[in-house]
């Protein structure tokens, strides 16, 4: 059976941030991105981009509407907590952002519309315009030094950590929704890269000036393009979450956690197309799909079974977990 890899739609997917998140992709694979950051759960970056204008989109807005209509009318939107604009990349790098996060909130007026994104072209007046009206911006900041922004996002030439700093406060002088700062905690070669005093203490400094509503804590729980990266432990990351809660006392600071959610009731479309769009985004363990799809355990197992012995599909243990992810090939998003 041919497989179509390129629906805008997908999910939804249980997210820790954001619960049972519809997904909307801009990009579309191969992975394009203006980052290439060490512990991105797609792999490695196919086209690392500077600024839209090195971009060629793939989506239009008659698309998406048309698409976003089939799917809504397939589901309880009840069920759904958010709709994000996320996906293979970055998607601020769409000229049509602003205009597509306007057709999402008119067709579903009840679900807020959030949009997940590097911070790397805030720079530009048209991107910070193009966001203002989301209900949630979470931006990335996972370095406030410039050597070590470096070695985890390896951005594109021509992208600065000084334009990410001045462009997150950009943004937060202009945004109507909660602007929440996320940022990844990592290790490579066995050793902390960015949880030392001088980081923290210049990370701290930064989201002073930034005023986020919320700072996320994170660290890497899904396979990441480099084989070197580690997560942190949780009683690490907890550590951290304790230091930067003390020293930003008016911001809300929030740390990983399992997500507590019940499954999502409806699901759009056939099992299959379901289980494709989302493993297109990120790999997945086997009860993140059964609660992504609704679906019963036993006919989610069957269809990856199905999945993989065509080939589609492999399973992938890190950290003594077991995750399901797409084949890369044709479509550019690799296994890692
Ligand atoms: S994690 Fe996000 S910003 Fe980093 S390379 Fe992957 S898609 Fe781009």
């Given at each position: 059976m041919k497989v179509s890899r390129t629906s805008i739609v997908y999910g939804p997917i249980i997210s820790w941030r954001l619960g049972r998140s519809l997904g909307i992709d801009l990009i579309l694979p191969p992975k394009t991105c203006t980052f290439d950051c060490i512990y991105c759960q797609l792999g490695r970056t196919v086209n690392k981009v500077s600024s839209p204008r090195d971009f060629k989109p793939k989506v239009y807005l008659d698309d998406l509407v048309r698409e976003l209509k089939a799917v809504l009318e397939g589901m309880?939107?009840?069920?759904?907590?958010?709709?994000?604009?996320?996906?293979?990349?970055?998607?601020?790098?769409?000229?049509?952002?602003?205009?597509?996060?306007?057709?999402?909130?008119?067709?579903?007026?009840?679900?807020?519309?959030?949009?997940?994104?590097?911070?790397?072209?805030?720079?530009?007046?048209?991107?910070?315009?193009?966001?203002?009206?989301?209900?949630?911006?979470?931006?990335k900041l996972d370095a406030a030094l410039p050597d070590i922004f470096s070695l985890v996002n390896r951005p594109a030439e021509g992208v600065e950590l000084d334009m990410v700093i001045d462009g997150l406060k950009e943004v937060r002088k202009t945004a109507k929704g909660r602007l929440a700062i996320q940022s990844m905690f990592l290790k490579a070669h066995g050793k902390p890269i960015n949880t030392d005093e001088t980081s923290l203490s210049r990370l701290v400094e930064v989201?002073?000036?930034?005023?986020?509503?919320?700072?996320?804590?994170?660290?890497?729980?899904?396979?990441?393009?480099?084989?070197?990266?580690?997560?942190?432990?949780?009683?690490?990351?907890?550590?951290?979450?304790?230091?930067?809660?003390?020293q930003l006392r008016d911001i809300e600071v929030i740390s990983w956690h399992s997500p507590r959610l019940g499954p999502v009731r409806k699901r759009a479309g056939e099992l299959r197309k379901a289980l494709i769009a989302i493993l297109e985004r990120r790999p997945c363990r086997f009860h993140e799909l059964c609660l992504s799809t609704g679906e019963e355990p036993i006919m989610v197992r069957a269809?990856?079974?199905?999945?993989?012995?065509?080939?589609?599909?492999?399973?992938?243990?890190?950290?003594?977990?077991?995750?399901?992810?797409?084949?890369?090939?044709?479509?550019?998003?690799?296994?890692?």
């Open positions: 309880d939107i009840r069920f759904l907590d958010h709709v994000t604009f996320s996906g293979c990349g970055e998607p601020t790098l769409h000229p049509g952002l602003g205009e597509m996060i306007e057709a999402v909130k008119d067709l579903c007026p009840s679900v807020p519309v959030a949009i997940l994104t590097n911070s790397s072209l805030f720079w530009l007046g048209e991107v910070v315009e193009a966001v203002r009206n989301a209900d949630v911006i979470v931006a989201l002073r000036s930034t005023r986020p509503d919320q700072v996320q804590v994170n660290t890497p729980t899904r396979p990441p393009a480099e084989p070197y990266v580690e997560a942190l432990s949780p009683e690490e990351l907890k550590a951290i979450a304790d230091y930067l809660s003390c269809e990856l079974d199905r999945l993989i012995s065509e080939g589609l599909l492999v399973v992938r243990d890190y950290k003594g977990q077991r995750f399901y992810v797409l084949k890369g090939g044709e479509a550019g998003i690799k296994c890692v």
